[in-house]
């Protein structure tokens, strides 16, 4: 429908829908034209590319070619870069071409999520090769939207698995007062790792929609875990209130989290409680520990995975430091690739980082520099969103 629009209004030769795959590092050109024999998409890396230019920045692209003018617009929603939106125009269009443009990648941010819940299409363009039962459980708990944005708080997670998947997990939902983040990392692999996973993340989940405290919620998936038969994980669990800036943290036997303020990365040393299902051994109760959390910090939770063996390799503290002027999403991204570099590619066990950007109670309108959220026209200038 957004295509045919396209073509009707403008005269558009071409139009198409770049989706950004798991990876973070290609596209997949979804086409309208029918399949035909089989189920191939043109997969694109994005290194170096225009698209990735467009994604990373979150700004429009025209340039004239031999065959017209091309035009790729970012296909956003709230920090979740789904995909990008590329026509051919007759002609050298406008402003008014171009909002018109940009209102159709709006829209269609819209339509992909909406129909996302009743089509495979989608799922199946953000995926360079078909996942083995663990990878399909295991891409199952992560949220639908792999970055959020807000007016308090920017944040995004990535994952990179290993070649045998270790079960890592991120999670985060936004109440009408809070935010809930969690990162976790069963034990063992594959299959083994994918059910732990699924009784954990299920646990965690079903106590906090439940209205569950930090402590209750670390114990209920510690029971879970025990009651299932499931080994046992590590977790890192983390709640702020949005209108107090209040922040708490439980760790269940995680690696610590890093903090960014003013432009120094240190460690935060908090309180190492036993992972969850182990209570057995460890009888007390988790603990629930404030964290220091101001405006302008970028908060940084990481699985061993970004630490141990091949993440060893990586100056975390440094790499931080380095993308701090990157959007989460992006940083995110080239944490998890950094350790998947030094890894020659193969990682031994998941690598997965969810970076948070505190901007503070003080904030009442989210800010967003382009993308699906603004007209062409604000996409030099930071804009104020509800």
Same mark, same amino acid.
């Not at 995909?83 to 909002?99: I, Q, T």
């Not at 891409?139 to 970055?147: E, F, I, N």
């Given at each position: ?164 998947? #270790?079960?890592?997990?991120? %999670?985060?939902? *936004? ?5 809930? /983040?969690? +990162? =976790? @990392?069963? &034990? ?96 007390? #109760?988790?603990?629930?520990? %404030?964290?220091? *959390? ?5 908060? /940084?939770? +990481? =699985? @061993?995975? &970004? ?80």
């Amino acid at each position: 429908m957004v295509a045919e629009d396209l073509r009707r209004r403008f005269e558009a030769a071409k139009v198409s829908f770049l989706i950004v795959d798991l990876t973070g590092k290609a596209v997949a050109r979804l086409s309208t034209a029918p399949a035909g024999g089989g189920r191939e998409a043109e997969r694109i890396p994005m290194f170096g590319s225009v698209y990735e230019e467009v994604i990373r920045t979150q700004r429009l692209y025209q340039e004239e070619t031999a065959q017209g003018h091309r035009v790729i617009m970012p296909v956003t929603n709230r920090g979740d870069a789904i995909g990008l939106l590329e026509l051919l125009l007759p002609a050298d269009p406008g402003d008014d071409v171009l909002d018109a443009v940009g209102e159709a990648a709006h829209l269609l941010a819209y339509i992909v999520i909406a129909n996302g819940r009743l089509t495979d299409l989608y799922t199946w363009g953000k995926r360079s090769r078909p996942p083995t039962l663990a990878a399909e459980i295991q891409y199952q708990l992560l949220p639908p939207s792999l970055s959020c944005e807000a007016a308090q708080f920017t944040l995004s997670g990535n994952l990179e698995p290993s070649e045998d998947l #270790s079960g890592d997990t991120f %999670d985060y939902a *936004l109440d009408r007062d809070t935010l809930h /983040l969690s +990162v =976790t @990392d069963p &034990m063992g692999h594959d299959i083994d790792a994918a059910l732990a996973a699924t009784v954990l993340v299920s646990a965690l989940r079903g106590a906090r929609r439940a209205g569950a405290g930090l402590a209750e919620q670390a114990h209920l998936a510690d029971r879970a875990l025990i009651d299932h038969s499931h080994g046992h994980a590590t977790g890192q669990l983390l709640r702020i209130d949005l209108h107090t800036g209040q922040a708490q943290l439980v760790n269940a036997g995680h690696p610590w989290p890093l903090r960014m303020r003013d432009g120094t990365v240190e460690v935060i040393t908090c309180e190492v409680d036993h992972p969850f299902g182990l209570s057995e051994f460890a009888p007390r #109760s988790y603990r629930v520990q %404030d964290l220091d *959390l101001r405006a302008g910090d970028r908060l /940084l939770m +990481v =699985t @061993d995975g &970004m630490l141990e063996r091949h993440g060893e390799q990586v100056d975390l503290l440094a790499l931080l430091k380095d993308t701090r002027d990157l959007h989460p999403r992006e940083t995110a991204l080239a944490l998890t690739s950094a350790v998947l570099d030094a890894a020659g590619g193969r990682l031994d066990d998941d690598a997965t980082a969810m970076c948070l950007d505190w901007h503070g109670v003080q904030e009442t309108q989210r800010r967003v520099s382009s993308g699906a959220d603004t007209r062409r026209a604000s996409a030099a200038r930071p804009r104020q969103q509800p």
